[in-house]
Structures are given as C-alpha cells and as structure tokens.
C-alpha cells in the first residue's frame, strides 16, 4: 500500500522563540489566482474612496496675533517651534504640538517683513518697514516645554539701522550670515551693525530673498519696480485674478496704457520683475530674470540645490533651473489668484503654496497641477506658508490673523502605527499609485469640493485661457506659415534673461 | 578725448621727480592765461590735432598762432594727415554730457608771469597753453627760446653722454638734423622731435644696455630684456564700469553653474531611486548597562545623599586601597548613636505593648470573639501572597476537606435536618430553608468538582472502575459464561433480525440488492457457525469450571484482576486490528458484539475468535476473488471496444501495443480462479489469437513485405482533417455567429403591426391599411440598418467579427489615453500585471514592493542636501548612504528583488 505523508524538515519548521511565527506554506502560482488583477483594482478603489473619508487635515488654528500674519519661520533645529510676525509688529513663537504662543518678541513699529531663525535655532532675525534688523535670541526648547513659562517676551540682542524699509530676509544654511532685502540686497553678518555687503543692479526693488540651503553662498532675489508698486497694489485690492490676462497684456507692451477696467495710466517706462542670482563668493550678482509678472516669493529645492521655484503674481508657479534660466522646467498651475509664499518640503518632493485666493495648496516637485487643496470658511488671504521640519505638517498664516496648522497627507493617520498598520498603509497607497490612471480612481483621488468663488474663478479662468489659445491658433491660421510661433508655457512668461 | 587724457595722465606720472616745479608752472600759466579763455573757446571749432603735430605746428610758426584758428586749419591743410573729430562733449551737439567752462584752469587774461626761465616750463607745456603764453608775450618769447634751447641742449647732451657712455659728437649729429628741421620746440623726452615720433630717437633699453656691455651679467640682462620685448604688449585702456560688471557678472554666472553642476549625479541618483528614505541614525537608547548607570544622575533628596555618600571621594579611596580605612569612616557620631538608641527603645516599647495585648486576648474566653478573630485572620491572609510551603499547607487542608466532605456527604442532604426538610417537601419551606439547602448542595458541588479536576487524567479510568465494581457483584467464574450467553444471545438477535431492504436509492436497484443478498447469506453463514462456537465453548467452560475457581482463587483483590484484565485485553486488540481488513459489515457488527461481549476471557475464547477470524479471512478471499473477477470481466468490455475501434481507423499504429495489453488480460485471467463466465473466456481468447496473428503480421512486415502493409494507403493531412471535421461545418457556423452578433449590435427593426383601433378608427383602418408614416419609418429603419451594417469595420472581412459594442464594464478598467510617464502602451501594461499584495507574493518580496517613494520618520527633522562624492557609473544594487541622513535602496528593474536596507 502507498501512503502519502507530508515530509518536513525538523530545522526548518522549528521556530526560534515560542513567540516566532509559525512558516506558513503559499502556492504563488498565478494559475491558481486568475482574480488577482480585478481584487487588487478593487482594493485600490477602496483605499482611494477610504483616503476621501478620512481625509482630515486641518488640525488647528493658533490665535493671538491682532493683525495680519505678514511673514512666519520655522526654527530648522527644533521642530515644535515657529516664528510669526504680523503687520503691526508682534513677533511670537509658537508651540505647534499646544498650539500656543510661548514667547514674544515686542520691538518693531511697523510691519513685520521678514522673518528668518539661524541653522542651529538659536537666533531669530527680524526685519521690517520701521528700516530696523532685530536679533532677537530664542529661548531654549527645555524652557519652551515647561507649562509654567506661558508668556514669556524678550528684549531683541541688537538692533541695527538701515536706510530704507525692509522686505524679506533670509539666513544661510550653517553660516552666520544673513541677507535683507529692500532698496538693495544687504548681507549682514551676526556681530556686525552695517551690512558685510550690498548689491544692486537695477533700480528696482527687492521684494524676497532666499539662500540656497545645499549652496550656502548662492542666493536667488525677486524684484519689481518701484514705479509699479502702486498700481500693482491696486489691482491686487480692487479685483480679483480674473482680470489677470489684461494685466499680462498691459505689462507686455513696456509703454502707457490705458486700462480701460481700472482707469488708470500705468506709467510702463521701466518695469523690473525680476528674479537675481547672486554669488557670495565672487560677491557679485550673476545672473537676471525678466518676467512679465512679479515674482513673490521663491524657494530652493533643499534637495536639488540647482532648482528654485518662484511663485508668481499671474497665478502661477515657475520651478526654474538656476543654469538654464530661459525656459521654466515646470509650470505649476491651479491657483486663481497671485500665489503670496511658497515652501519647499525638506524631502524636496513637493511644496506648499498659500495665494490670495484663500487657499494652500500642495504640488509635487514636477507635477504641474496641484496634489491637495485645503481652504476653511475662514481662513483669509493666505500671507506666509510653511512645511514642518519633518515634512509632515504644513502651517499657513493668512489675513485673519491665524496661523492654522495642516497636515501634509490630508488622510494620514497621526500617532504611532504599529508595523501591521504601517503595512497596511503603504500597501494601499501602492495600489492607489498603481491605479492612479485608471478613470474611477482618478476622479475619485482628484475629486475636492472647493468653495464657490475659488471654483468659479477656476471655470472663468480656465475659459478665459482657451478662448486665447483659440484666438491664437485662429490668428496663426489665418497667418503666413512660420509667421507666428506659439511659444510654450514654460517660455512664454519670460521676457529675458540678462547678464 | 579718453585716449587723450590717458596721455597726458600718463606723462604726468611719467616725470615723477620734476613734479613739483611744472605743477607750479602750470598754475602760473593757468593763471596768465585766464583773460584770454573767451577768445579760445570761441576759435576751437575746426577740427582737432593731436597735441603733438599741433605743437609742432606752433613751432612751425609761431606768428600765426596769434590769428585766430580758421586760418590755422588752412595752413595746416597740408601738414597733418588725418582728422580727428571733435570729441562729443566738446560739439555739444546732444547735451548727455554736463557742460564744463573749461577743462583745466586758466589764469586771468592781466596776469603777469614772472620769471618763466625754467627749460621745463616749456617742455611740459601743453597745446593751449602754448598758444596763451605766446599770445602774451610774443616779443622777448623767441630770444628767450633759443637761449633756454642752447642750454637744453647741452644739458641733454651731457646726461645722453652720461647714461649712455658714448662721446658727445654722436649726439651732436642728431641735433643739428634738428635744428635743420627747426622744430619748435626744444627736444627732450616729453617733446619728443618727429624722428622720435617715428621710432628713431627713443632711448631704447639696448642703449642702455651698450653701456654696461662687458660686465658681468650683461649677457643675462640681454637676454632678459629680448624676452621681454618679444612678449611684451601694451596695456589696454580699461572698459566702461557697466561693461566690467556685465563682464564679471557673466564670469561668476559661470562659476556658480559649474558649482551647481557638481550635484548633478546625487540629484540624479535621488530622482531616480525608487525609494528615498529620509532616516537619521538617531540613538534609540543606551547600548549598555553601564552607559545608563553613567547618565544617571540624582533627582530626589534620597537619590541625592545616596550618590553624595557612595561618591565620597573619601570612601571612594579607602574601597581602593584595603579596608582599613573603611573602619575608621564607620564611626559614628555620638548624636547619630544617641539617635539609634532612642529608635531601638521605641520599637522594644511598642513590642512590648503588642505582647501585652495578645496575652489580653488569648485570656479572653468567649468563642464567638475567637470565632470572628479568626474569621478576619482568615480573611486577611486569603488576599496576602504566600510562599510554597504555606501554599502547601493550604492545599493540604483543602485537600483534607474535600476527603472529609467525601467521606461524610455532610453537604448532601444526609444530616438530619436536611432529610426532615426533604421528607415534609420543599414546597413547604420558606425561602431561607430553601436557599441554605441550594447552598448546601451547592458546597457539595464545588467540593466534589474540584476533587474530580484535581484528578483530571485518570478519569477515564475511574469510570471504569467503577464499571467494574457494579459489575463485581457477581462472581468471577460465572462472568464467562454470562458474556459467551449474551454474546450467543446477541448473535441470534442479528441473525434473525430482518433488515429491510430499502425501496428506494441506490440500494434500491436490482443489482444491489442482489449483492446485499450474497452478503447477508455469508454473514448469517457466519453468525451461525458463531453461535455453533459459543455454544461448545459454553460446554467447555462448564468443564472447566473447578480449574478456574482455584486459578481465580489465588490472586484477589482489584488491583490484581486488573492486571490480568489488561493481559487479556491485549490479544483482543490484535482481533480486532486484524478483523478491521473483513469487508462485510455484518461481519464487522458480528466481530464487534463478540468483542464487546468478551470483556474478559481466558485464551479458549481467544481461540475461538482466532478461529472464525481464519474464517473471515478465507471468506474474504473468495469474496475478493469474486469481485476482481467481474471488475476483470467490466475492464474487458471498454477495452475489447477501444482495441476494435482502433484496428478499424488505424490498426498499423497501436497494434502492438494493444497486443500486450490483451496479454496481460489473459495473464491476469489466468491467475484468477475458476469462477469465470466460459463464453467470456472464449472471447478473450479469440481475441489473444486474433491480436497475436495481427502481430506476427506485423513483425513480418518489418522485414519482409507483407500483405497488410501493401493493402494500407496512407492518408493525406487534408484527407485526415477533413475525416476528423467531416460532421461540422466551421464556416457556416462562423457566419451564423457573425449574423447573430450584427444583429446583436443592429436589431433589424420591428415589422409594423395594426392595431385595431390605434391611431385611426377600425374601418378606416380597414380600408387604408397600415398608415404611409409607419410604413415610411419602417423602411427608413430598414436602410439605416444596412446602412450601418456596410458602413462595420468587418462588413469586406470575410473571417473577422469585429465588435463595435463597447463594454461600460471593461471600460472603466482602460485608460483614455497612455498615461503620462509611460512612453508605449507595452510598458504601461507592464507595469500594472503583476500583484503587488501579500496574498500573491512572498512575504519578503511584499515589502520591497509596496515601499513608499519616500521614507521619512514623524518627528525627525530633514536636513538639506549634503555634498556627497558620487561615482555616476556606480551601478547595482548596493545600498548607499548620504552622509549618515540619507539611504536609498536600490532595486532592480525586476522589482521582485529588492535590496533589503542594513542599518
């Protein structure tokens, strides 16, 4: 007679430790699984449709400020703290993990402009339109953390004169110096009260100032005309983005015009929206960008040191590499108003961007639309965005005063996972990456609700940019072949670069 | 203008050592010359020469000078070759340039010069200036020039003769040629003649060097000097600032593209790694017992004295060297011996008290006091922790409750009481009674419960026990014969119990029953010879008797008939091991009431059932026999078909083959026994001959041509495919097919039917018929379903159906178009084929494929890139680490295999 038995060998059935798991035989043969496809797309429409449910990411607001945010930083050594300063000059450093305020720093007579902590997190600098750069020490984490301490405020560690009213400033990665922008751009050292260095080149002035975190003496400025400022605030404060494509064609033709929309004469002898390289060690500037729009903010890529990334007033953002300065590398469209600041996650894959039209948002590195939106009926003109130390929480600071905290994954589950949750995560965020182009799934991952204005300025703005795309290809038809060249995207909004 | 000014700038420095005495000239002249600016300005209108021919000029004639510049341009005309425009500035044709009175200081128009002897005076001067100072003076100018000339001369000759070394003649020579041109002005270094301006006069470094010729050294400077000149250049003017910023902005540009440039491969190899993992090495903890107690440091004020006397520098010092010190650091103050003394006072005291207090309570006489004291002692120590021998101790008196509650059942309604309550009824009793009587028997309960699983394991045995002991009422030797009655008795029983054959199902059926009739006549066969057995071991046993009761006799007891028990047992197992391979069931229900029945008997009965188990296994052979020989006879009958079925289509292929399997069929028909159907054999047989003839045909036919071969025709493929399709029709099928789908997709509209009474009343109906619309309608559906049918991608394709239809289930599993980072379609599919979840791939290939794109803690702050050298060949799947902040795993393109990070 035959008898069948299972065979197994003692050692490799014997678990180590009682606690170890048992082996456990799969047949992986595919033959014996012909669903697998179908279950793994059902699967991947569950986590999309699951992320939707528990896509929660607005955590909290922190009040206090009686103005609006105009400028926040984030302290790169400790990940609980941010800086905010608002237009009427408070500066206040928050908790983020209690949202609420621990220290503060009185001092300025105007608006806080810029807002900048030194690499190990001990100093803050200030500056603003009262034409002061305040140092201003930061209280150390332990004394942060203590309940007792609530509101602790402290004298700034010197003071130091400029001529004119300050705009931005930004601090060098692992360095001691510091760069303010204004009239021109200073380079400041910590123990010194007059700037190491100035530049400037051109008459206009400096609106944002960034270093590059990987290239500590490489920094990148945007500017725009003084003559412009006016009536670029008065577009900004009288009509909302959708009357952005006027304004672009006013800009382009570089002599007065006159608008029939606003009634004004905009005085186009010398426009200046630019965006400067500067090199500290040859302690020269290096190379000029000419856009048609000013340039509000920018941000390095912390991981890319060749890339920047400059949000635009004309909705858009512009990722440029800093050797190939004539055509964008990627355009990033989704905002219906002037795009205020913009952040880089420390990963370097992705950046927040807050507008004027209410709302952050985040995009991947490359991406040219928008992988999240987030908005609350009361948050206002969004000023100031920051990405947490850790890439895993955004902080926007806007016109009403707040700063409101969000999460990075608008669908994260907060706390600690244990490693089969862990698991589980990572698996349906593969299965949703793997069906990403599939139709159901996309409308699903795609869908947000979005307040009615920001939705219908989107509809007017997108009809408003084919109706051109339509006139152009209409003209280029009607044109000798080769007459007219539609330029892409990427170039369009570039006037020139200068050297 | 620039490189005019750059000349005179460069001749001012030039004269560095005489710099004191022309500088206080030119204000002097400046000053006398200030009256006459108007007129100069006015007449500087023509065209503009350089300063030198103009000097020249004025040398020429010095008469003219005084006339204004127009005709000064006429005389010129022939003189200078070329024109230099006036410079912007001075045109002022556009006015970019702030207008200046004049270039340099002019004295007034009524200044007297003093005493203007100096040769420098002249020579230093420039163009307008000349033109002033001999407006003002012309009369003694000239006299006065050619003395300061003669002594210029010999001044110059003199250091000519000096610094060179050669005699004065050679010198003198070139001044007379000179003189013959009659320059204007003297010669000298800043005025140099027109043979200078041509190249010839210049002292050159040669002359100098001439003089030095023969010394040593001479030969190197000469050399030095034509290397120099070889390569020597003259400087270049500097650019305007705008174009030097512009310059140096390109410049850094350049710079700081190429320092840019340098982290091309690490944001390659990130962007290109599947995974990014942001993963600081942070200390989880300590790595040792040491490194812990190292951190530690003393909180609390307890923690505090501790570590403050255990860190004694002092003790610290004694432990090290021997312990002799330590005695003399043991003393104690009187203070703290004060102290102890008065703690150990206190606790005597107290001890004391407490004895008292028990001698108080053991004199106190009351039971119930006692009783309740100790209630709570128990009380208290059932919660309190106990070492093993009090959990002993305890568990023994457990015990010996449970032996006591056994042994007088004093919980189950035994004692009086309970059995009076029991007597008068419990419905009578009140609820108190009631409930200490479900108390009692509740205790009982839990008493004996808790002995039973205190002896869980032999439970089994127990029962039997007690089994045995119901049983050993009876006398042991009357047992036998008791069970070999009932075994009989039970036998009979089943043998006479009819069971009815079931009218329906499959036991129903004919053949069946009759099987289960065979049966049942060899179990009844069998049951009968059984009770045959019984009955003579009965007898036997009877016999027997006496000798039993004397073998019993001897060992008594439980314990002893147990053991005996079990060797009886063990044969009967054997019994029934073997009896198991008996196929009846009858047989088996027999076997097992014998077995059941023989619980214990001696080694007689044991014969017996060896006996009918021989039996059992004989009829188990004649019944095996039987059945292989009619499954023999079943195989036989589908194969005889298939072997004929096969000489039919194609006898030259399988034939030997065959051969052999009708052998075996005949062998194994052979070893069977006789009970086989005779016809069947003879069938068999004619088979086996006929296949044998085949074959010897066959074997013939290898080697010679035999007659089978020569009469086969091997068909064609067409011919065998056309024998093997020769019922079906493919074609028409697949148009039939092709129909049904167009129609499928393009119903052939419905044919109009009247309705009475629809639409128009019935007679009009009647006589009209169908209205001309319906009919229209219809026969437009018609053509539009032609129409449509001709206008099918497969309506020219004969063998193609090409569904038009769209699936709205499968469409939502397509994609619109190929999605953006994918290049062709194939890669796409590639790339969404495989399963990526845990149900279809092993554990260790899940994780690798499920990983995220970026790995990142909560909590942990990334910093910015750090320069990291990266070899761009490096390939493979090394795990790499950036700067202790960064991994990245790579993976192969298989995704399967991925590289396991190792920290």
Redesign the interface.
Known sequence: MKVKVISRSTDEFTRERSQDLQRVF?N?D?NL?TQ??A???Q?ALNAAKLDKIFARPFIGAMDGHIDAISSMAKN??Y?KGIFSGSMDGDIRLWDIANRRTVCRFPGHQGAVRGLTASTDGSTLVSCGTDCTVRLWNVPVATIMESDNLSDCSSEPRAVYMGENAFWAVDHQ?NGDLFATAGAQVDIWNHNRSQPVNSFKWGTDSVISVRFN???PN?LVTSARSKQLSKCVNYYEYNILSTCEPTWNFKMETGSAKFDPKLGLIFPISQIDRSII?Y?L??S????KLIMRTKTNSISWN?????NFTAANEDCNCYSYD??KLDEAKCVHKDHVSAVMDIDFS????EFVTGSYDRTVRIFQYNGGHSREIYHTKRMQRVFCVKFS????YVVSGSDDTNLRLWKAKASEQ?GVLLPREQ?RH??N???KN??K????VKRIVRHRHLPRPIYKAGVLRRVMIEAERRKDQRRKAHSALGSIVTEPMRKRRIIKEV? | MQSHKMIEKKRKSRDGKKHDRPQKFTKKSKFSKKKGKNEDEKRRTGPRLPQSLRKELDRVNPNDQSCSEEDEEDVNGDVYEYEEGVPEEESKKNRRFDSVENYEYELPKDFKDENVDSDEDDDFDGGENEIAHHKGKKGDLDQLDDDVEDEDDERHLRMLQGITGMPSQAFQDRKKNKVVVSEGYPESEYNPTRDVLDGDGRIAIEDLLESIQGKPGYRELRKITRQVEKKGKLLQAPLPKEDR??L??????K???K???R??PL?KR??EAPT?I?DKDTDSGFSTIGAIASEFEPRTEFEKKMSSLVNDDDVMAAHKEDGSRLLELNKISLEDYINSRNHIAKMRSLLFRHEVKMKRVKKIKSKTYHRLLKKDRLKGSVGMPMDAEEAKELAMKQEFKRAEERMTLRHKNQSKWAQRIVKRGMDAQDEGTRAAMAEQLHQHALLTRKMNSMKDSSSSDDSSDEEDSEKSDGSDEDKASKLLAQAQEKTRRVLEEDDGVPDSGVLSLPFMKRAMKKRKEAADEEGRLAIQEFESSLKELEDTDGAKITKTGTVSGRRVFGASKTQVIEPKNKIRSSSYSSDSEAELEAQEDIDVSLGRTDDMENNINVNSVSLYVDADIAQDSVLKNSELVKDLGPKMTYEVSMLKSNKWKKMSSSRNEVDTNGKRSQKVVEPVTHNQDIELEGVGEDSDADSEGQMLDGILSSEHKSSYKLPSQAELIREAFAGDDVQEEFNKDKEEIMNLENPEPEKPVQLPGWGQWTRVQKKKGLPSWVLEEHENAKRNREETLRKRKDAHLKHVIISEKLDKKA??????TL?YPFTSKEV?EQ???M????????ATA??A??????V????????????EDVDSHERGGEERRQSGQKRRINRNKGRVKAVVAKS
């Open positions: 799969h992986f595919p699984r697998e496809k279950v793994e797309y699967r790169p050594n990940l990665w975190p990987g290239e490489l390289l090199d060690r040859v020269s500037p290096a190379r912390p991981m890319e040191p060749m800093a050797r420390p990963t370097g894959r130390c850790d890439a895993s907060l698991k990572e698996y965020e593969a299965l793997r069906y182009h599939l139709p159901e050297d | 910023d512009r140096e902005r390109i410049a850094a540009y710079q700081s593209k320092d840019i440039t982290w091309e944001v990130n962007r990014i942001f469409e939502k599993l397509l994609t619109g999605p796409f790339s969404i084929r399963p990526i979840g845990p149900e279809f791939n092993p899940v994780k494929l499920i990983r995220p794109e970026v990142k803690k909560q909590g942990l702050i990334i910093k910015p890139i750090r320069y």
